[in-house]
């Protein structure tokens, strides 16, 4: 298998370009020494040809450093990984710890889908800087099932439908003959270990592993006897769910999600059965999935959720007349 880093790429590219500008620049002084009244256009194209290639030579130049993050391994499969978010207080330093933990890995294209019916700024610049492979999607959530500010988590499903959406994307733009990889469902509000992801890379069809601090309890896990899934460590709806684990807790070969065009998740599912509707509809029985993380002892993963930002005291600035926190600082 050939590494090359973003570096030896830009390098190639350099060179291919130092070689085709030496081409041009023969043709046009044979062009300059031959050219008569019949070929004035010819020395204004091939001007031209060569004011673009010295243009694209010093982009690869000022970026070399910047592209060279961005690592690519040839032949190593793509770690498709689809994330809601929508806008609150939290939700720039959510999205930034996520990407300094992408930016750990190689062959990442990470699906970033809004609750919202337009592009916010704060989403679109910072996936322009972030310098990972990213696509930016929309897709909202119905004002009958989406949670309130004050509502609790569990109360309605989140990021059904821009999973969804980001499925969607994965079937209208890949191609199984060509694309080849595994789909991973990282929420923004969770904390993950880089090595999760290097265990993920070979799924061959669902890929297994605990979830630490999730379910009120140290961890949820898939329960292992002679290197199988035999049921589930986890209280809520122990034995009712089919694959009783949280979203967290699982990844699925790209080739899988391709094959199966209608499978996805449920809006209406009952409560901590989005899981099992969606490995279901993928055709997933118990003998398929794939225990990883050391058969399923070490926890990768950590369901945290960040503290929702109390801002009361904005308000208590303004009335004892201090001037608040500017607008227009992006948190």
């Known amino acids: 298998m050939a590494h090359f880093s973003g570096r030896d790429l830009i390098y190639v590219l350099m060179l291919c ?11 046009l002084e044979s062009c300059r020494g031959g050219i008569n ?14 004011a673009a290639k010295e243009k694209e030579i010093k982009y690869l130049r000022e970026h070399a450093d910047s592209l060279n993050r961005r690592q690519h391994v040839v032949g190593l499969p793509t770690i498709y990984i689809i994330t809601p978010t929508y806008t609150r207080p939290v939700q720039k330093a959510e999205l930034t710890r996520l990407s300094t933990v992408f930016h750990s890995i190689s062959n990442v294209h990470w699906i970033v889908v809004e609750d919202s019916d337009v592009k916010s700024n704060l989403v679109v610049d ?25 509502d609790p988590n ?38 993950y270990s880089v090595k999760l992801f290097a265990e993920m890379r070979d799924t061959k069809k669902v890929s297994v592993w605990p979830v630490g601090l999730v379910g009120k309890l140290r961890y949820e896990s ?10 589930w460590h986890t209280y809520w709806f122990r034995n009712e769910r ?8 699982f990844a699925v070969n790209l080739h899988v999600i391709l094959e199966n065009s209608l499978a996805k998740f449920d809006i209406n599912a009952k409560r901590g059965f989005q899981e099992s509707v969606f490995l279901q509809a993928l055709g997933i029985t118990l003998e398929d999935l794939e225990p990883k993380a050391s058969m399923c002892t070490k926890v990768l993963v950590w369901h945290t959720r960040t503290e929702p930002a109390n801002l009361s005291n904005e308000e208590k600035m303004e009335m004892k007349g201090y001037k ?3 607008s227009h600082v992006e948190v």
């Open 17 to 27: 370009s130092a070689v085709w500008f030496l081409i041009m620049f023969v043709q």
């Open 37 to 50: 009244d019949h070929q004035p256009s010819s020395l204004v194209t091939y001007r031209k040809a060569l």
């Open 126 to 150: 910072f996936l322009k800087d972030c310098e990972l492979n990213t696509t930016h999607l929309l897709s909202v959530t119905p004002p009958d099932v989406k949670l309130r500010e004050k």
């Open 154 to 191: 569990w109360l309605k499903p989140r990021g059904v439908l821009q999973r969804n959406t980001g499925l969607a994307w994965l079937r209208s733009n890949l191609n199984a003959d060509f694309n080849h990889g595994v789909v991973y469902f990282a929420d923004d509000d969770n904390t």
């Open 222 to 231: 898939p329960l292992i006897e002679a290197g199988k899934v035999i049921g």
């Open 242 to 249: 089919p694959f009783a684990m949280d979203m967290a807790g």
């Open 324 to 326: 608040k926190s500017d």
